[in-house]
């Protein structure tokens, strides 16, 4: 019926509180702020960006991403109900029993690629029962992931790129890990960082950033 399309979403998701969103924007900062400092980084600049360069040949990473909205972890994209799954998904006894609950978001790491910026959400099991079983095949029908692979909070796009951009960025972090690809950089204090071909950066945390995030929906 109308009235049961208008009451599904946008998307469900985890929101963060507030003071843990400033949190996670100020450390996103910060590492696009070393990323962007790094040597190796540098010499890659331009499969990165054709910005104009800093008398130091850095850019502004800051600039090069647009924030979009308030920080969340999406589990279910459902586009008021067009979306495949949206009205089955709304109906899962978990999903409504889980509606406007606090639980704390586990932020494993940064990652920067020339289109999005995002943390990697590490889900618990307890999260886990909220994530849509095809959120990974959906994007990488051939790839054999961990269920929540893709989870991630969204903390920048570069112009033009659209928020589904993050999720699809990270599988392919995960199918480089899974194929053990990736150098390890350098040691950045806060956590290691580590390049998949000179586009791709992930700073991975030596200790979680925790951030209490709320289960909803989201109407736009
Ligand atoms: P995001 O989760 O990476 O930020 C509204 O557009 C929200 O739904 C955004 O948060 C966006 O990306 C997410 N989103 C948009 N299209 C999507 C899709 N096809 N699958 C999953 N999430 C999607």
Redesign the pocket.
């Given at each position: 019926s109308a009235l049961e399309a208008a009451a599904l979403p946008?998307?469900f998701?985890w929101f963060l509180a507030h003071k843990h969103a400033l949190e996670l924007e100020k450390r996103s900062r910060e590492f696009l702020k070393t990323l962007s400092q790094l040597d190796q980084f540098k010499q890659h600049i331009s499969q990165f960006t054709s910005e104009e360069l800093g008398s130091q040949g850095e850019v502004d990473l800051e600039k090069h991403f647009q924030s979009?909205?308030v920080l969340?972890?999406?589990t279910?994209?459902c586009?008021f109900g067009k979306?495949d799954g949206a009205k089955a998904y709304a109906e899962k006894e978990v999903v409504r029993e889980s509606m406007g609950c606090v639980t704390v978001l586990q932020i494993s790491a940064f990652f920067a690629t020339p289109r999005?910026v995002?943390a990697r959400v590490a889900l618990t099991e307890e999260q886990l029962r909220l994530w849509p079983p095809d959120?990974e095949k959906?994007v990488m029908p051939d790839v054999d992931l961990p269920l929540g692979s893709r989870a991630?909070?969204?903390l920048g796009c570069a112009e033009g790129v659209?928020?589904?951009?993050?999720?699809i960025d990270l599988l392919e972090f995960a199918k480089l890990e899974k194929e053990g690809s990736g150098d390890k950089v350098q040691d950045l204090g806060d956590g290691t960082l580590y390049s998949y071909g000179n586009d791709m950066w992930m700073l991975r945390l030596s200790r979680n950033v925790e951030a209490p995030a709320m289960f909803s929906g989201?109407y736009?």
């Open positions: 946008l998307f998701g979009r909205g969340h972890c999406t279910k994209f586009d979306a999005t995002g959120a959906e991630h909070v969204t659209e928020g589904v951009q993050t999720g989201f736009g």
